[in-house]
Every structure is written in C-alpha cells, then in structure tokens.
C-alpha cells in the first residue's frame, strides 16, 4: 500500500491543483446527466396509472433524499477521520458538505410535501420517510449551527467533527425508531404507490437522474471545498502567488 | 491507579455533586416546577376533554420530561466550568470519561429521579388508566438517564459558549426521539392492555449502548471545550 | 415526446402546478449551490487582492 498518496491528498495545495483538474469533466457529466434525467423523466415518459403526471415529482425528490442520507454519513465518516488524524483538509470538507445537504434535505422535504398534495390529499403526512427526513434536516441545523458558535477554526472542527459521529451513531437508531412508530400508530401508514415495482422506462430515467444529481453534489462540493481552501490557506504564498497574477 | 483509588475519587466527586445540588435548593426544585408547569399547559391548550387528555396523557409526560430534563442539562458543567473546577478535575489522574458520567449520574439523581418518581401523578390528572402507571415509572426509570447522556454531549460542546442554551436544545432534542417513541409507545400499549415488556427492552439496550459509548464522547467534548 | 401540445405539457392534467413548482425549486437549490462558492471565492480574492495592493503601497511609501 502506497502511503504517501493519503498524504498527499491531504495537502491542500494538492488537492486544489487536482481538484481544479478534475471539475470541467465532473461539471460537463453532472450537468449531461441531470438534464438528460429530468428531460426525459418530464416530457417522455408515460404517467404513472394511479398518480397521473404528480408522480413526475419523483425524478427530483428521490434523488434529493438520498442525497441527504448519503451527505450525512460521508460527511460524518469524513469528520472521524479528520478527527483523529487531524487532518485540516478534512474538516473544510465538512464544513462545506454540511450545506449542501441541509440544501438537498430542504429540497426533499418541501417536493415531498409538494408531491403529497395531489396523491394524498394533504401536504404532509406523518409518514415513516418524511419524519426521518424532517429529523435528519434538524441534525443537519444542529450541525450548522454549532459551527457558526464558535470563534476558533480549531475548536469549531472538533465540536463538529464529534457531534457528526454521534449523529452518525444515532442516525439508524432514529430511522429504525421512527419506522416503528409509524408502524404501531395505524392510520398514516400510507405507502407510496409504485415504489415495488417500476416500469423500466421510469427507472432508467430516474437512475439517470439520480446519477445525474450526485456528480452535481460531487461538481459543487469541489467548487465550495476550492474556495474554503483559498479562503484558509490565503496567508501561504501558492494562495498569494495564484490570486496576485490577477493583481 | 487501583481500582480503590477510582472508586473512592469518583466518589468524592458524586458526593460533592450531590451536595452541591443540596445547597441549593432552587436548583433542586426548578426543574420539578417546569416539568408540572409544561404539563399544564396541555389542557390549557388543547381543552379540557377526558377522552383527548387521556390520549395524549403519555406523550405529554414524556414530552415534558424531555424539555425539564434538557434545561437543567445547560447547568451540568456550567458552574465547574466558569470557577475552573472542570479544569482540575481533568488535571487528576481519573479518566476523564469516569468523571463525566459520574458527574451525570448526580445530575440524574437530582433531576431525572425526581421527575420519574412524580410523573404517575400527573398521569393520573391527566385520566390515564392505572395500568399505564407502572410503564410510566419503568420506562422513565430507563430513559431519562439516557436523556441525561445523550444530553451531556451536547452539555460539554456547548459548555464554553456564552449563548449556549438554545443551541444546546438544537443539538440534544433530534437525538432524545428514539427515547421519546420508545417510551411512549410502551406507555400506549400499557395504557391499552398489550403487554410492553419488548419496548422495555429495547430502552435497556439504548441505555446499555448510551452507557457504553456516551461517556467517551462527552469526555472528549468536554476536551474540546476546555482545551479549545 | 409524451405531451402532444405545449399547453397538456403545462397543465400536465391538473398537476401542472405542483408538478412545475417541483422543479422550479430543484432548480434555485442547484443554482444557489452553485452561485454560493462563486461568490466565497470571489470575495477571498478580492480579499487577498486588496491586501496585497496595501502591503505594497506601505513597501513603497518605505522605499
């Protein structure tokens, strides 16, 4: 195993040098993709039997909701080991994923409720889904927040760095919990129709889609981590020497 | 260090807590006070029909617990932080994490015991039937020490910040919802004559968990705070 | 294309509302995904700009 390629990728300059190289491709594939995705899942594929067109919602909330999940756990896993290598890069990591996936959770939420009307009847149900969604959107605040109280980069990286773990931790125990209670209380168990059995020509646009919407996350991770770390390393002389041509 | 030694310095450390909470009954009291307080206000809120108040009975103890149970955690480390006892007590050779869970289990013993033991009567002003009493006093038994736990995570990262109240409760409440639906959930069966022992359970295995793994996260936020 | 004309494609059988204002969010979350670090990273270098042109006026104003 080749050590020195982690340590490398730590260094922020590497990583800004690398990263620079790499966002045309994930930008030009994310956008490819998304369009494609949503075109596609909006203007040519068959309504669904029982939902009619509302259902097209699904291209843009199923994506977003995964989206949140997945932001959560990388980002935790990222601050444990940020957090105990005491890694700098790790931590802009952090603080710049913690944003984009409060976004996406937003987003979930609000084309959730935005879906729920015209098949349920009402804009929000207590539903298993939506009330852990609701609860990961909290943790994402919580996570937010806590950084924004603190004076010091250092102390700040830390609080959150343990406090994401310990969502991480709690996160299946509150998906799990949740789900159990929405079991035990009858009367919301709504399911959502078609989620066992997709046609194919809704599936593939919507893989397309979700595929679409993760390079996209990949896309602006890169551009926000770029910016942290100009923002952080502005006092070295590589920060100095690239922004100063423009001088 | 022996095994003498950490019991006879945790000790110290309960006793003093304990002493501490004494001396200052208000402290003692207010979190009692709050937890009646909230509890009435349901009724004011929602009307004062039996069947609704016998329904939301339950969740309306444990909810109330939850908040009582949140406030008083903003003092846990609070005082010891500000005159630098917290300092010194991280200095002694006692591992850290002993400490700090010994300093909640006098933090529960004056607030969580407490709450637990008055709670069947504002289950019965609330018109819950007396089988739903014996669930309340054992899932509250379980679960409010969890609450105090996870709550002092939250308690030392927040502990060094002037405005730490509202974000404390920011932080803490998300992760208290696997207890509160446990508890409740429990209480309902009770209250409906299904048996509860499986939601019992599954409160032991948090607070076994809790135990396990909460202590070395408060002892390391309690290490960013000081050290910052 | 499924939609024959422009106006079932709006209307999308009663849900077009819903349907549209999905998407119309979806889009202001990934344009203000995007805008956000354009602007963080326009302003650091404004930033370091503005203090490098400084440090060199003091230079000056030394020599």
Same mark, same amino acid.
């Given at each position: 195993?080749?050590?020195?390629?982690?340590?490398?990728?730590?260094?922020?300059?590497?990583?800004?040098?690398?990263?620079?190289?790499?966002?045309?491709?994930?930008?030009?594939?994310?956008?490819?993709?998304?369009?494609?995705?949503?075109?596609?899942?909006?203007?040519?594929?068959?309504?669904?039997?029982?939902?009619?067109?509302?259902?097209?919602?699904?291209?843009?909330?199923?994506?977003?909701?995964?989206?949140?999940?997945?932001?959560?756990?990388?980002?935790?896993?990222?601050?444990?080991?940020?957090?105990?290598?005491?890694?700098?890069?790790?931590?802009?990591?952090?603080?710049?994923?913690?944003?984009?996936?409060?976004?996406?959770?937003?987003?979930?939420?609000?084309?959730?409720?935005?879906?729920?009307?015209?098949?349920?009847?009402?804009?929000?149900?207590?539903?298993?889904?939506?009330?852990?969604?609701?609860?990961?959107?909290?943790? /994402?605040?919580?996570?937010?927040?806590?950084?924004?109280?603190?004076?010091?980069?250092?102390?700040?990286?830390?609080?959150?760095?343990?406090?994401?773990?310990?969502?991480?931790?709690?996160?299946?125990?509150?998906?799990?919990?949740?789900?159990?209670?929405?079991?035990?209380?009858?009367?919301?168990?709504?399911?959502?129709?078609?989620?066992?059995?997709?046609?194919?020509?809704?599936?593939? +646009?919507?893989?397309?889609?979700?595929?679409?919407? /993760?390079?996209?996350?990949?896309?602006?991770?890169?551009?926000?981590?770029?910016?942290?770390?100009?923002?952080?390393?502005?006092?070295?002389?590589?920060?100095?020497?690239?922004?100063?041509?423009?001088? | 260090?022996?095994?003498?030694?950490?019991?006879?310095?945790?000790?110290?450390?309960?006793?003093?807590?304990?002493?501490?909470?004494?001396?200052?009954?208000?402290?003692?009291?207010?979190?009692?006070?709050?937890?009646?307080?909230?509890?009435?206000?349901?009724?004011?809120?929602?009307?004062?029909?039996?069947?609704?108040?016998?329904?939301?009975?339950?969740?309306?103890?444990?909810?109330?617990?939850?908040?009582?149970?949140?406030?008083?955690?903003?003092?846990?480390?609070?005082?010891?932080?500000?005159?630098?006892?917290?300092?010194?007590?991280?200095?002694? +050779?006692?591992?850290?994490?002993?400490?700090?869970?010994?300093?909640?289990?006098?933090?529960?013993?004056?607030?969580?015991?407490?709450?637990?033991?008055?709670?069947?009567?504002?289950?019965?002003?609330?018109?819950?039937?007396?089988?739903?009493?014996?669930?309340?006093?054992?899932?509250?038994?379980?679960?409010?020490?969890?609450?105090?736990?996870?709550?002092?995570?939250?308690?030392?990262?927040?502990?060094?910040?002037?405005?730490?109240?509202?974000?404390?409760?920011?932080?803490?409440?998300?992760?208290?919802?696997?207890?509160?639906?446990?508890?409740?959930?429990?209480?309902?069966?009770?209250?409906?004559?299904?048996?509860?022992?499986?939601?019992?359970?599954?409160?032991?295995?948090?607070?076994?968990?809790?135990?396990?793994?909460?202590?070395?996260?408060?002892?390391?936020?309690?290490?960013?705070?000081?050290?910052? | 294309? /499924?939609?024959?004309?422009?106006?079932?494609?709006?209307?999308?059988?009663?849900?077009?509302?819903?349907?549209?204002?999905?998407?119309?969010?979806?889009?202001?979350?990934?344009?203000?995904?995007?805008?956000? +670090?354009?602007?963080?990273?326009?302003?650091?270098?404004?930033?370091?700009?503005?203090?490098?042109?400084?440090?060199?006026?003091?230079?000056?104003?030394?020599?």
């Amino acid at each position: 195993m080749n050590w020195t390629f982690f340590h490398r990728m730590a260094s922020p300059k590497w990583f800004y040098d690398f990263s620079g190289r790499l966002l045309p491709w994930v930008g030009m594939l994310a956008l490819g993709c998304v369009v494609i995705g949503l075109t596609w899942g909006l203007l040519f594929t068959p309504p669904d039997y029982l939902q009619g067109n509302s259902y097209r919602i699904i291209f843009l909330h199923v994506p977003a909701a995964s989206l949140a999940l997945t932001i959560y756990s990388g980002l935790a896993v990222t601050a444990a080991i940020g957090f105990i290598w005491k890694i700098k890069l790790a931590d802009m990591a952090v603080s710049c994923l913690a944003p984009i996936g409060a976004s996406f959770c937003a987003l979930a939420l609000i084309t959730g409720a935005i879906w729920g009307k015209p098949t349920w009847g009402t804009w929000w149900v207590w539903d298993a889904r939506l009330t852990s969604v609701l609860i990961l959107q909290f943790l /994402y605040f919580g996570l937010i927040a806590l950084r924004e109280a603190f004076d010091s980069r250092e102390t700040a990286a830390r609080a959150c760095a343990i406090l994401a773990m310990v969502g991480l931790v709690n996160l299946p125990i509150i998906k799990f919990s949740v789900e159990w209670w929405n079991t035990l209380h009858q009367g919301a168990t709504i399911r959502v129709a078609g989620e066992s059995s997709m046609a194919m020509e809704m599936l593939i +646009p919507l893989l397309t889609s979700i595929a679409g919407f /993760y390079l996209f996350t990949l896309f602006v991770f890169l551009l926000r981590i770029r910016a942290e770390i100009l923002n952080r390393e502005q006092n070295t002389a590589w920060v100095r020497g690239l922004l100063g041509a423009n001088f | 260090m022996t095994l003498r030694g950490l019991v006879r310095g945790l000790g110290c450390i309960l006793r003093r807590d304990l002493r501490l909470a004494f001396r200052n009954r208000g402290d003692l009291m207010n979190p009692l006070v709050f937890f009646f307080l909230v509890a009435s206000l349901f009724p004011l809120g929602v009307g004062p029909s039996p069947d609704v108040l016998r329904i939301i009975g339950g969740g309306v103890v444990w909810v109330s617990a939850l908040l009582a149970n949140m406030l008083a955690l903003d003092s846990l480390f609070r005082s010891d932080y500000e005159d630098g006892a917290l300092e010194q007590l991280m200095l002694s +050779p006692l591992p850290l994490s002993l400490v700090a869970v010994t300093k909640v289990l006098a933090h529960w013993l004056v607030t969580g015991l407490p709450i637990t033991l008055v709670a069947p009567v504002i289950a019965i002003m609330f018109g819950l039937p007396a089988e739903a009493l014996p669930a309340i006093v054992a899932t509250l038994l379980l679960g409010t020490p969890m609450l105090s736990l996870v709550g002092a995570i939250g308690a030392g990262l927040t502990v060094g910040l002037r405005k730490g109240g509202i974000l404390l409760s920011l932080l803490t409440l998300p992760l208290y919802i696997p207890v509160l639906i446990l508890g409740t959930g429990a209480i309902d069966a009770a209250a409906n004559g299904f048996p509860w022992s499986a939601h019992l359970m599954w409160q032991g295995a948090l607070l076994a968990l809790g135990i396990t793994f909460a202590p070395l996260a408060i002892g390391a936020s309690l290490r960013v705070s000081v050290s910052g | 294309m /499924y939609f024959e004309d422009l106006n079932t494609l709006i209307t999308m059988g009663g849900h077009g509302l819903y349907v549209w204002t999905a998407y119309g969010l979806g889009l202001l979350v990934m344009v203000w995904n995007v805008l956000v +670090p354009l602007r963080h990273r326009r302003r650091v270098a404004a930033d370091v700009g503005r203090r490098m042109r400084r440090e060199r006026a003091q230079q000056e104003a030394a020599e």
